[in-house]
């Protein structure tokens, strides 16, 4: 369910829209932005199909972005904004290790990643940042993708399964969660055909031979994703 949405005054503060499925993390967050000058939480959003009609009616500065969201996936959300809305800036929230993830995010269109393990310390920091037009990463990401960009060391992000697409990357990450060819395809509005051919692209990349192989690969990386 929605929060309740509140339209911000003309040349008040800067907009903030949040997009999370958990209540709790969405009444964290609003109050933490709440104490602080200059910035406003004008709706805080539970799914996709609510975040993008706050978006048509509150046109908020800056959407705050969750990866995991019941109805689809954060990346999925990130490219649909700057394809319908170019003009909102976008920040990622997320459990996940920004190793796998910010380079993705920038990639779709965020300007910035902060995990959530650190957001008392670095979310305002972050949305101070991105509203004044810069990216903002913590300072072992900056390290690691400069060092990328510079000299060609990978990153953490660059293993087998960093090197899957986005859409194989959410594909592997359900199949971990045990879900089956027909529960992913439901899922992500895609033919069973299509999600068939994602699991052996995976296969191929990680070099897994069989699909039992590819669902203890997954439910591994998944449980081992969570940890750290």
């Known amino acids: 369910m929605t929060d309740r949405p509140r339209k911000a005054a003309s040349n008040g503060p800067a907009k903030i829209l949040l997009v999370d499925d958990h209540p709790i993390v969405r009444q964290g967050i609003t109050e ?7 910035v406003s939480v004008c709706c805080a959003a539970e799914n ?6 706050a978006i048509a009616e509150l046109k908020p500065d800056l959407a705050v972005v969750d990866l995991s969201l019941q109805d689809s996936s954060g990346l ?3 490219k649909e904004i700057k394809a319908r809305y170019p003009d909102v800036l976008v920040l990622v929230l997320s459990m996940h ?3 796998l993830y910010a380079e993705r995010v920038l990639r779709a ?5 902060v995990m959530k393990e650190e957001a008392t310390e670095r979310l305002m ?5 991105v509203l004044r037009g810069q990216v903002y990463l913590s300072d ?3 390290a690691r993708m400069l060092s990328k960009f510079v000299d060609g060391t990978p990153t953490a992000g660059d293993s087998a399964v960093g090197r899957l697409s986005d859409r194989e990357l959410q594909v592997f990450e359900l199949i ?10 439901k899922s992500l509005h895609l033919s069973v055909k299509t999600i068939e051919s994602h699991r052996e692209h995976i296969k191929d990349k990680l070099r897994l031979t069989s699909s039992q192989e590819l669902m203890r690969h997954a439910m591994y990386w998944q449980q081992f994703e969570r940890l750290n």
């Open 32 to 38: 933490l932005i709440e104490h602080e000058e200059g």
């Open 48 to 53: 996709v199909s609510e975040a993008m009609q």
């Open 76 to 78: 999925e959300l990130i």
């Open 97 to 99: 290790d920004e190793t």
């Open 109 to 113: 269109g965020a300007k910035g990643y």
């Open 125 to 129: 920091t972050a949305i101070r940042k």
């Open 140 to 142: 072992q990401m900056s």
């Open 176 to 185: 971990g969660k045990g879900l089956g060819t027909r529960q992913i395809a």
